[in-house]
């Protein structure tokens, strides 16, 4: 839902440009064919593997559900990526981050990363991610939002994105933390909702038709 991708293969390669949203790529293995996927100026390098690719409101993720590959930011788009060598998973990246990953493992690199003024203090970090991680990871393949210990400011970021019909917005910027788990129907937004007024903790304010706003009650 809101995704949208530009498909160009040709003889000597398969390239796909993520504009927004996201994209699960299973890679059919062909040598003399690299599949690469362009997402906000980050560049996905793959021959025979299986890898998604979500361009969110702050970073771009890349996480390797098998086999490996080649990710480098627009920075250092010309040059070739070298193993992260003495690098561990976790250990964050600077401008002209390019790194192999491999399967379980989860590259963020920042949207400030790739545009031309970063500051210092600008990383990409890579992760290792548990199988669970991965399900939850793609279960919107399933129309289901699994979370676990999620901000609820990503959670209704990512319920707005799957929803034109109501837009969830934070009245009040101290919940924006408060953890949310559970499966919840991508398209269920009401029942989201319910279950949040029954906290006791927040009130559902109903701007308009397509606007819900969120207040804490503490």
């Known amino acids: 839902t809101a995704s949208a991708a530009r498909v160009q293969f040709t003889a000597a390669e398969r390239r796909v440009e993520l504009e927004s949203g996201e994209a699960h790529f299973e890679v059919a293995h062909d040598t003399a064919r690299p599949f690469v996927v362009s997402a906000g100026g980050v560049t996905v390098r793959a021959v025979g593997t299986a890898f998604n690719v979500l361009i969110g409101p702050g970073a771009v993720e890349v996480l390797v559900t098998d086999g490996k590959v080649a990710v480098v930011d627009r920075s250092a788009d010309t040059a070739s990526p070298s193993p992260r060598s003495g690098r561990s998973p976790g250990e964050s990246a600077r401008r002209g981050f390019s790194a192999f990953l491999e399967a379980h493992e989860r590259a963020r690199i920042p949207a400030l990363m790739i545009t031309d003024a970063v500051p210092s203090g600008s990383a990409a970090v890579i992760e290792k991610v548990t199988p669970e991680a991965v399900r939850r990871a793609l279960s919107w393949q399933e129309r289901r939002l699994v979370f676990a210990e999620t901000p609820l400011r990503e959670v209704a970021t990512e319920f707005n994105r799957r929803n034109r019909i109501q837009k969830i917005v934070l009245g009040d910027d101290r919940i924006g933390a408060r953890p949310v ?31 819900v706003v969120l207040r804490s009650t503490d």
Request: hydrophobic share 35%.
């Open 181 to 211: 788990g559970g499966v919840f129907a991508a398209d269920n937004v009401d029942g989201f909702l319910r279950l949040l007024e029954s906290s006791g903790r927040i009130t559902v304010e109903r701007k308009d038709e397509k606007t």
